[in-house]
Protein backbone atom coordinates (compact mmCIF):
# COMPACT_ATOMS: atom_id res chain seq x y z
CA UNK A 1 0.00 0.00 0.00
CA UNK A 2 1.20 3.78 -0.50
CA UNK A 3 2.31 5.84 2.04
CA UNK A 4 -0.31 7.65 3.79
CA UNK A 5 -2.19 9.48 3.95
CA UNK A 6 -2.27 9.09 0.25
CA UNK A 7 -2.90 12.12 -1.37
CA UNK A 8 -4.11 10.05 -5.12
CA UNK A 9 -6.43 6.97 -5.26
CA UNK A 10 -5.68 5.07 -8.29
CA UNK A 11 -8.13 2.62 -9.87
CA UNK A 12 -6.25 -0.56 -8.89
CA UNK A 13 -6.56 -1.95 -12.62
CA UNK A 14 -4.25 0.87 -13.53
CA UNK A 15 -0.89 -0.49 -14.49
CA UNK A 16 1.34 0.01 -11.21
CA UNK A 17 4.25 2.14 -13.55
CA UNK A 18 1.25 5.01 -14.26
CA UNK A 19 -0.11 4.59 -10.58
CA UNK A 20 3.36 5.30 -9.04
CA UNK A 21 3.61 8.07 -11.05
CA UNK A 22 0.21 9.93 -10.30
CA UNK A 23 1.08 8.95 -6.39
CA UNK A 24 4.93 11.08 -7.10
CA UNK A 25 3.48 14.23 -9.24
CA UNK A 26 0.03 14.98 -7.41
CA UNK A 27 1.10 18.71 -7.68
CA UNK A 28 1.47 18.71 -11.69
CA UNK A 29 -1.99 16.39 -11.47
CA UNK A 30 -3.83 19.32 -9.82
CA UNK A 31 -2.20 21.75 -12.91
CA UNK A 32 -3.66 19.40 -15.11
CA UNK A 33 -6.85 19.71 -13.68
CA UNK A 34 -6.98 23.04 -13.92
CA UNK A 35 -6.13 23.24 -17.29
CA UNK A 36 -2.23 23.18 -18.00
CA UNK A 37 -1.05 21.72 -21.11
CA UNK A 38 3.54 21.13 -21.35
CA UNK A 39 4.59 23.12 -24.32
CA UNK A 40 7.61 21.83 -24.03
CA UNK A 41 8.43 18.66 -25.95
CA UNK A 42 11.53 16.99 -24.55
CA UNK A 43 14.00 15.74 -27.31
CA UNK A 44 15.18 12.27 -27.51
CA UNK A 45 18.57 11.67 -25.42
CA UNK A 46 20.83 11.36 -28.62
CA UNK A 47 19.40 14.09 -30.20
CA UNK A 48 22.69 16.35 -28.88
CA UNK A 49 24.91 13.60 -30.34
CA UNK A 50 23.31 13.13 -33.53
CA UNK A 51 23.65 16.83 -34.15
CA UNK A 52 27.53 17.23 -33.45
CA UNK A 53 28.00 14.29 -35.66
CA UNK A 54 26.24 15.83 -38.64
CA UNK A 55 27.97 19.36 -37.68
CA UNK A 56 31.46 17.48 -37.74
CA UNK A 57 30.83 15.59 -40.73
CA UNK A 58 29.98 18.86 -42.89
CA UNK A 59 33.59 20.22 -40.90
CA UNK A 60 35.35 17.24 -42.32
CA UNK A 61 33.89 17.31 -45.51
CA UNK A 62 34.48 21.41 -45.93
CA UNK A 63 38.01 20.57 -45.06
CA UNK A 64 39.02 18.01 -47.08
CA UNK A 65 37.34 20.75 -50.15
CA UNK A 66 39.71 22.69 -48.63
CA UNK A 67 42.73 21.02 -48.60
CA UNK A 68 41.46 20.39 -52.43
CA UNK A 69 41.76 24.07 -53.25
CA UNK A 70 44.87 24.41 -51.47
CA UNK A 71 47.00 21.84 -53.71
CA UNK A 72 45.32 23.44 -56.85
CA UNK A 73 46.72 26.27 -55.72
CA UNK A 74 43.48 28.60 -55.41
CA UNK A 75 44.52 29.85 -52.06
CA UNK A 76 41.37 32.45 -51.62
CA UNK A 77 38.63 29.73 -51.73
CA UNK A 78 40.81 27.38 -49.66
CA UNK A 79 40.80 30.63 -46.95
CA UNK A 80 37.28 30.71 -47.43
CA UNK A 81 36.38 27.15 -46.81
CA UNK A 82 38.66 26.84 -43.86
CA UNK A 83 37.17 29.56 -42.28
CA UNK A 84 33.87 28.28 -42.64
CA UNK A 85 34.47 25.11 -41.25
CA UNK A 86 36.58 26.59 -38.36
CA UNK A 87 33.13 28.61 -37.74
CA UNK A 88 31.49 25.12 -37.82
CA UNK A 89 33.26 23.52 -35.24
CA UNK A 90 33.52 26.54 -32.66
CA UNK A 91 29.91 26.80 -33.19
CA UNK A 92 29.51 23.30 -32.23
CA UNK A 93 31.85 23.74 -29.18
CA UNK A 94 30.45 26.68 -28.30
CA UNK A 95 26.43 25.62 -28.25
CA UNK A 96 24.72 25.97 -25.67
CA UNK A 97 23.65 22.26 -24.11
CA UNK A 98 20.63 21.56 -22.70
CA UNK A 99 19.87 20.99 -19.01
CA UNK A 100 19.55 17.69 -18.14
CA UNK A 101 18.10 18.24 -15.25
CA UNK A 102 15.38 20.79 -17.13
CA UNK A 103 14.97 17.91 -19.36
CA UNK A 104 14.25 15.41 -16.75
CA UNK A 105 11.55 17.85 -15.87
CA UNK A 106 10.22 18.16 -18.58
CA UNK A 107 9.99 14.61 -19.71
CA UNK A 108 8.46 13.80 -16.44
CA UNK A 109 5.81 16.50 -16.99
CA UNK A 110 4.89 15.19 -20.59
CA UNK A 111 4.95 11.76 -19.23
CA UNK A 112 2.33 12.40 -16.48
CA UNK A 113 0.25 14.82 -18.87
CA UNK A 114 -0.01 11.99 -21.44
CA UNK A 115 -0.79 9.53 -18.69
CA UNK A 116 -3.26 11.51 -17.26
CA UNK A 117 -5.36 11.93 -20.36
CA UNK A 118 -5.05 8.08 -20.85
CA UNK A 119 -6.19 7.27 -17.87
CA UNK A 120 -9.08 10.17 -17.08
CA UNK A 121 -11.12 9.24 -14.45
CA UNK A 122 -9.45 6.38 -13.00
CA UNK A 123 -7.37 8.59 -10.47
CA UNK A 124 -8.72 10.97 -7.34
CA UNK A 125 -6.93 13.51 -6.00
CA UNK A 126 -7.16 14.91 -2.46
CA UNK A 127 -8.25 17.92 -4.02
CA UNK A 128 -11.44 16.15 -5.81
CA UNK A 129 -12.76 15.96 -2.48
CA UNK A 130 -14.74 18.36 -0.35
CA UNK A 131 -14.18 18.93 3.83
CA UNK A 132 -16.70 16.11 4.88
CA UNK A 133 -15.34 13.54 1.80
CA UNK A 134 -12.13 14.45 2.91
CA UNK A 135 -12.61 13.35 6.16
CA UNK A 136 -14.32 10.14 5.17
CA UNK A 137 -11.58 9.44 3.06
CA UNK A 138 -9.11 9.43 6.15
CA UNK A 139 -11.04 7.49 8.02
CA UNK A 140 -10.77 4.84 5.37
CA UNK A 141 -7.39 4.91 4.68
CA UNK A 142 -6.45 4.63 8.49
CA UNK A 143 -8.28 1.35 8.91
CA UNK A 144 -7.26 -0.01 5.48
CA UNK A 145 -3.42 0.80 6.20
CA UNK A 146 -4.13 -0.79 10.28
CA UNK A 147 -5.41 -4.18 8.56
CA UNK A 148 -2.33 -4.34 5.79
CA UNK A 149 0.39 -3.22 8.82
CA UNK A 150 -0.85 -5.77 10.76
CA UNK A 151 1.64 -8.89 11.90
CA UNK A 152 -1.14 -10.94 11.97
CA UNK A 153 -2.39 -10.13 8.19
CA UNK A 154 1.86 -10.35 7.43
CA UNK A 155 1.82 -13.83 8.73
CA UNK A 156 -1.03 -15.27 7.14
CA UNK A 157 -3.55 -15.70 9.93
CA UNK A 158 -6.04 -13.23 8.19
CA UNK A 159 -6.82 -13.85 4.22
CA UNK A 160 -3.37 -11.82 3.41
CA UNK A 161 -3.94 -12.94 0.02
CA UNK A 162 -8.11 -11.32 -0.42
CA UNK A 163 -7.05 -8.48 1.57
CA UNK A 164 -4.48 -7.37 -0.82
CA UNK A 165 -7.21 -7.10 -3.67
CA UNK A 166 -10.12 -6.42 -1.89
CA UNK A 167 -8.88 -3.65 0.47
CA UNK A 168 -7.47 -1.64 -2.91
CA UNK A 169 -10.79 -1.74 -4.47
CA UNK A 170 -12.96 -0.24 -1.57
CA UNK A 171 -10.28 2.12 -1.20
CA UNK A 172 -11.31 3.32 -4.85
CA UNK A 173 -14.73 2.52 -4.88
CA UNK A 174 -15.13 4.61 -1.38
CA UNK A 175 -12.50 7.56 -3.11
CA UNK A 176 -14.90 7.32 -6.48
CA UNK A 177 -17.94 7.89 -4.87
CA UNK A 178 -16.75 10.68 -2.60
CA UNK A 179 -15.65 12.69 -5.23
CA UNK A 180 -18.82 12.22 -7.51
CA UNK A 181 -20.47 13.39 -4.21
CA UNK A 182 -18.35 16.27 -3.75
CA UNK A 183 -18.62 17.48 -7.32
CA UNK A 184 -22.95 17.57 -7.22
CA UNK A 185 -22.59 18.60 -3.72
CA UNK A 186 -20.79 21.88 -4.60
CA UNK A 187 -22.68 22.07 -7.42
CA UNK A 188 -25.82 22.04 -5.24
CA UNK A 189 -24.85 24.08 -2.98
CA UNK A 190 -23.84 27.01 -5.61
CA UNK A 191 -27.33 27.07 -6.88
CA UNK A 192 -28.76 27.41 -3.77
CA UNK A 193 -26.22 29.76 -2.39
CA UNK A 194 -28.03 32.39 -5.84
CA UNK A 195 -31.96 32.06 -3.68
CA UNK A 196 -34.46 29.92 -5.17
CA UNK A 197 -38.06 30.57 -5.81
CA UNK A 198 -40.61 28.00 -4.47
CA UNK A 199 -40.56 25.87 -7.75
CA UNK A 200 -36.85 25.53 -7.60
CA UNK A 201 -36.59 24.55 -4.28
CA UNK A 202 -39.33 21.86 -4.41
CA UNK A 203 -36.69 20.55 -6.48
CA UNK A 204 -33.26 21.15 -4.76
CA UNK A 205 -34.63 19.68 -1.50
CA UNK A 206 -35.45 16.48 -2.86
CA UNK A 207 -31.76 15.94 -4.29
CA UNK A 208 -30.43 17.30 -1.39
CA UNK A 209 -32.19 13.93 0.41
CA UNK A 210 -30.17 12.47 -2.40
CA UNK A 211 -26.65 13.66 -1.08
CA UNK A 212 -27.23 12.60 2.77
CA UNK A 213 -28.57 9.45 1.80
CA UNK A 214 -25.50 8.51 -1.26
CA UNK A 215 -22.86 9.98 2.05
CA UNK A 216 -24.73 7.85 4.76
CA UNK A 217 -24.04 4.51 2.43
CA UNK A 218 -20.44 5.41 1.81
CA UNK A 219 -19.73 6.17 5.61
CA UNK A 220 -21.31 2.76 6.02
CA UNK A 221 -19.00 1.36 3.46
CA UNK A 222 -16.33 2.77 5.72
CA UNK A 223 -17.68 1.92 9.19
CA UNK A 224 -17.48 -1.49 8.00
CA UNK A 225 -13.85 -0.79 6.89
CA UNK A 226 -13.33 0.57 10.91
CA UNK A 227 -15.18 -2.66 12.64
CA UNK A 228 -13.20 -5.32 10.36
CA UNK A 229 -9.86 -3.22 11.56
CA UNK A 230 -11.09 -3.19 15.05
CA UNK A 231 -11.68 -6.98 15.14
CA UNK A 232 -7.91 -7.00 13.41
CA UNK A 233 -6.68 -4.92 16.11
CA UNK A 234 -7.54 -7.36 18.98
CA UNK A 235 -6.24 -10.19 17.45
CA UNK A 236 -2.89 -7.78 16.82
CA UNK A 237 -3.03 -7.46 20.76
CA UNK A 238 -3.38 -11.24 21.25
CA UNK A 239 -1.08 -12.05 18.99
CA UNK A 240 2.19 -9.76 20.51
CA UNK A 241 0.84 -10.90 24.04
CA UNK A 242 1.12 -15.00 22.52
CA UNK A 243 4.63 -13.79 20.98
CA UNK A 244 5.64 -11.85 24.25
CA UNK A 245 4.50 -15.06 26.45
CA UNK A 246 6.60 -17.50 24.05
CA UNK A 247 9.82 -15.49 24.70
CA UNK A 248 9.03 -15.49 28.59
CA UNK A 249 8.34 -18.99 28.58
CA UNK A 250 11.31 -19.91 26.78
CA UNK A 251 13.60 -18.46 29.63
CA UNK A 252 11.23 -20.16 32.45
CA UNK A 253 13.46 -22.87 33.30
CA UNK A 254 16.48 -20.23 33.80
CA UNK A 255 14.46 -18.34 36.20
CA UNK A 256 13.79 -21.62 37.84
CA UNK A 257 17.50 -22.36 38.28
CA UNK A 258 18.05 -18.92 39.14
CA UNK A 259 15.97 -19.28 42.14
CA UNK A 260 17.39 -22.67 43.06
CA UNK A 261 20.78 -21.61 43.33
CA UNK A 262 20.40 -18.25 44.49
CA UNK A 263 18.17 -19.56 47.69
CA UNK A 264 15.68 -16.48 47.00
CA UNK A 265 11.93 -16.64 47.99
CA UNK A 266 10.09 -19.51 45.61
CA UNK A 267 6.88 -17.77 45.85
CA UNK A 268 7.18 -16.19 42.53
CA UNK A 269 6.82 -20.11 41.29
CA UNK A 270 3.43 -20.61 41.05
CA UNK A 271 3.60 -17.30 39.28
CA UNK A 272 6.03 -18.10 36.38
CA UNK A 273 3.97 -21.49 35.79
CA UNK A 274 0.98 -19.79 35.09
CA UNK A 275 2.50 -18.21 31.97
CA UNK A 276 1.76 -21.76 30.16
CA UNK A 277 -2.26 -21.38 31.40
CA UNK A 278 -2.06 -17.43 29.76
CA UNK A 279 -0.57 -18.64 26.37
CA UNK A 280 -3.16 -21.38 26.21
CA UNK A 281 -5.93 -19.08 26.84
CA UNK A 282 -4.12 -15.95 24.56
CA UNK A 283 -4.11 -18.72 21.55
CA UNK A 284 -7.84 -19.02 21.67
CA UNK A 285 -8.26 -15.05 21.56
CA UNK A 286 -6.43 -15.07 18.91
CA UNK A 287 -8.09 -17.54 17.44
CA UNK A 288 -11.41 -16.02 18.18
CA UNK A 289 -10.39 -12.63 17.37
CA UNK A 290 -9.25 -13.99 14.31
CA UNK A 291 -12.48 -15.73 13.51
CA UNK A 292 -14.15 -12.42 14.27
CA UNK A 293 -12.39 -10.12 11.37
CA UNK A 294 -12.57 -12.93 8.81
CA UNK A 295 -16.46 -13.29 9.63
CA UNK A 296 -16.78 -8.98 9.06
CA UNK A 297 -14.03 -9.90 6.42
CA UNK A 298 -16.91 -11.78 4.34
CA UNK A 299 -19.69 -9.56 5.28
CA UNK A 300 -17.63 -6.52 3.74
CA UNK A 301 -16.86 -8.67 0.27
CA UNK A 302 -20.53 -9.70 0.56
CA UNK A 303 -21.02 -5.89 0.10
CA UNK A 304 -19.17 -5.57 -3.12
CA UNK A 305 -21.53 -8.72 -4.63
Do not use: C
Not at 72 to 97: D, E, H, K, N, Q
Not at 255 to 271: I, V
Amino acid sequence: MPGRHAKVVVEPTVPGEAADLFRDNRNLLVRIRAGWIPTHRPRPPAFGLVTNMLIGAVALVAIGAGLDFFLAGLYTPFVVIMTLAALLIVGALARPRPDAEAERRHAVEHHVFESARRYEGRFVLHEDLDEGARALMTRAQTAIDAIMGSHVNAQGLLDDVRNAVMLPEQEWEIARLLAKLSRLRAEHDEVVAEGVTPEVAAVTEPLAQVLDSSERAVRTRVEALERYAGHVAEAERAYRARHQIDRLSANLSRYEELLTESGADDSALPELSRLTEDADRLEEALRVSVTSAQEVFRHLRGGDD
